[in-house]
């Protein structure tokens, strides 16, 4: 993929990056979802059959960090903070607002966190790179998450789970359950049945 | 842009002209072409930026009477500070995207007193004086971090170091190194 990729219906004179594989059936937006993105990874993004990235996504990825969206994953307006591994399942569904972060992006050591401010401070591009450890985000198949809802960094949420509107995931979340409230706690079961046919 | 190492000297705001009553330190940037949208404030020295901030996407949204200090080396996300009275912030603060810091709850808590803002607030309203409302101070110390999607409401004082977790609602004082989390948020633990 050379030449750049641009698209037809795009507001912004933006280009996908080299490194991020789209689906022929998928769907992004808007490049301005990638104005952020900074990965040198081979494959910094995938995006599966049939997923889609809609205004209001910002893959906010860096140097090191992998995002993949399975197969019909709608994602409608999340901020992906990743500089190591965000896996967001087959069928999920994530709102606006939300946050899935993989790290804090910076040490929770006081002097640390000082040395990077001050290093990128001198910086043209202002983006902090590390000092803060990376813990992989996982999103399962078939997972509902409603807006302006943050997962940790670290945190597995299990196939078929569902998290309520404005909730902070900071745990697993087991699959076939309803979680809400910040923290978010265990609401209730689901049915575990997944076939509709 | 690019992470080049070219020193950054004197304070600029990228997409337009600072309003004279802004003052930023050398080496701060402030971008995004809505950040004095909300300005309203007439104080003097309504704002005043140190150096080697770094201010991407900020609303600086303050009322008339509105005044905010932010110390050296802070660097903001798309944060959203809400400020009719004062908001005071120190060196090394960081705050995370979406977050907001408001020092009103910009409306009376009385209900009689509720419709009369209401009605001043209206397009009939012109001229017509609000009733008061209260405003409380924000004071955020040094070194604190506060992750994104948070919110941090009136009278509120963050000690040095103090870590706001993603999402936290912070309705009272946050003692020094304390992590916090959760609505309301409460202390969780400490910074190392």
Do not use: C, I, Q
């Given at each position: 993929m050379s030449g750049g990729r641009t698209l037809s219906w795009d507001w912004y004179p933006g280009e996908i990056p080299e490194n991020v594989i789209v689906d022929e059936t998928a769907y992004v937006e808007t490049t301005f979802s990638f104005h952020l993105y900074r990965s040198r990874a081979p494959q910094g993004i995938v995006m599966g059959r049939g997923a889609s990235a809609y205004l209001g996504t910002m893959f906010d990825v860096g140097p090191n960090g992998r995002v993949s969206l399975g197969a019909y994953a709608l994602v409608h307006g999340a901020r992906i903070i990743c500089d190591r591994e965000i896996v967001i399942g087959d069928f999920a569904l994530i709102s606006w607002n939300v946050v899935l972060m993989d790290s804090h992006r910076l040490?929770?050591?006081?002097e640390r966190r000082r040395e990077e401010l001050r290093r990128v401070a001198r910086t043209d591009g202002r983006r902090l790179e590390g000092g803060g450890e990376c813990r992989p985000v996982r999103i399962g198949r078939n997972v509902w998450i409603g807006f302006d809802v943050c997962v940790l960094p670290g945190v597995t949420i299990g196939e078929?789970?569902?998290?309520?509107?404005?909730?902070?995931?900071?745990?697993?979340?087991?699959?076939?359950t309803v979680v809400a409230g910040n923290p978010a706690h265990f609401v209730r079961e689901l049915d575990s049945t997944t076939s509709h046919e | 842009m690019s992470d080049a190492n070219h020193p950054v000297s004197?304070?600029?705001?990228?997409?337009g002209e600072l309003p004279a009553n802004v003052s930023v330190g050398d080496g701060s940037i402030l971008t995004a072409d809505y950040a004095f949208k909300r300005f309203r404030s007439r104080a003097g020295r309504a704002l005043v930026i140190g150096g080697h901030c770094t201010m991407d996407g900020v609303h600086f949204a303050l009322g008339e009477k509105g005044t905010v200090r932010i110390g050296d080396h802070c660097y903001f996300t798309n944060a959203v500070l809400l400020c009719e009275r004062e908001l005071v912030i120190g060196d090394y603060v960081v705050i995370g995207w979406n977050t907001t810091i408001a020092d009103t709850d910009f409306h009376p808590l009385a209900p009689a007193e509720r419709i009369?803002?209401?009605?001043?607030c209206s397009p009939l309203g012109k001229g017509r004086p609000r009733p008061g409302i209260e405003c409380r101070p924000v004071v955020i110390e040094d070194d604190v971090w506060i992750g994104p999607n948070a919110t941090i409401l009136k009278g509120v004082r963050i000690g040095t170091g103090a870590f706001i977790e993603a999402g936290a609602l912070v309705t009272r004082d946050v003692p020094a190194r304390a992590r916090v989390l959760g609505n309301p948020a409460v202390v969780v633990g400490e910074m190392p």
């Open positions: 040490s929770f050591d006081r078929g789970a569902v998290v309520g509107a404005r909730s902070v995931v900071t745990e697993d979340v087991r699959p076939f | 004197g304070g600029r705001w990228l997409d009369a803002d209401a009605v001043a």
